[in-house]
């Protein structure tokens, strides 16, 4: 009788096992889990496509200042040629 005893003690064992692990899969906890890491996902998406659109404009923005930068270098020595006198023809003045 001692052999089913413990049978019976080891069955016990496995069906409380059983029902704690049944219990871990059904926690109400569980369901918040994955719904939180649901909107972090999406979150991590949106701040990739964010980052990806801060790098495209800082390259458009590199792009224009120095496109800024040529056309000021440009004004600066039409100026500096403009008001300098060098140049005495109407013609050549009307076309700076």
Same mark, same amino acid.
């Given at each position: =009788?001692t052999v089913f005893h413990d049978l019976l003690?080891? %069955? ?6 059983? %029902? ?7 926690l109400p906890e569980l369901a918040e889990l +994955?719904?939180? #890491? ?5 979150? *991590?998406?949106? &701040?990739? #496509? &964010?980052?990806?659109?801060?790098? *495209?404009?800082?390259?458009? %923005?590199?792009?224009? #200042?120095? #496109?800024?930068?040529?056309? *000021? +270098?440009?004004v600066s020595e039409l100026d500096a040629k403009?008001? +300098?006198? &060098?140049?005495? &023809?109407?013609? *050549?003045? %009307?076309? =700076?």
């Amino acid at each position: =009788m001692t052999v089913f005893h413990d049978l019976l003690r080891v %069955q016990e064992l496995d069906t409380g096992a059983d %029902q704690l692990r049944h219990r871990r899969l059904t926690l109400p906890e569980l369901a918040e889990l +994955s719904a939180t #890491e649901d909107a972090l996902a999406r979150l *991590e998406a949106v &701040v990739v #496509e &964010v980052g990806a659109k801060a790098a *495209e404009a800082a390259r458009v %923005q590199r792009r224009l #200042e120095g #496109e800024l930068a040529l056309l *000021e +270098s440009k004004v600066s020595e039409l100026d500096a040629k403009l008001y +300098s006198g &060098v140049v005495t &023809v109407p013609r *050549e003045l %009307q076309a =700076m």
